[in-house]
């Protein structure tokens, strides 16, 4: 099962920004243009929340994070992004990046870790 590979994640300090970057080694633009793609989130002892999603030129975001996180795709590079701004402590978290194929096939990074210091 091919996983999706994730980067950008490290520690910052609260009102700075991070960009997270995801794609699927050998994808085809096709493929990847068909999405839907997204970022989910898991903190400590807590549930696996969606932070934003991206399905054709749709996106929609969690409540938490509208106006600061914007979530995009690259088409020439074919990597999913989500670019963090103001982030806040509680912004601390794994971030698992999210691809669904054709409606059935599922993909899932391995998380990266997001740090958000006070």
């Known amino acids: 099962q091919a996983h999706l590979v994730e980067s950008g994640g490290g520690v910052v300090q609260a009102g700075g920004s991070l960009t997270l970057s995801c794609t699927l080694p050998r994808i085809i633009l096709s493929t990847f243009r068909g999405g839907p793609w997204a970022w989910y989130r898991q903190a400590p002892g807590q549930q696996r929340e969606l932070v934003a999603r991206?399905?054709?030129?749709?996106?929609n975001y969690a409540e938490s994070v509208k106006g600061r996180f914007t979530i995009s795709r690259d088409n020439n590079k074919k990597k999913v992004l989500l670019q963090m701004n103001s982030l806040k402590p509680e912004d601390t978290s794994v971030y698992y990046c999210n691809f669904l194929q054709e409606g059935k096939y599922e993909y899932w990074g391995q998380g990266t870790q997001v740090t958000v210091s006070s």
């Open positions: 991206i399905s054709g030129s749709d996106t």
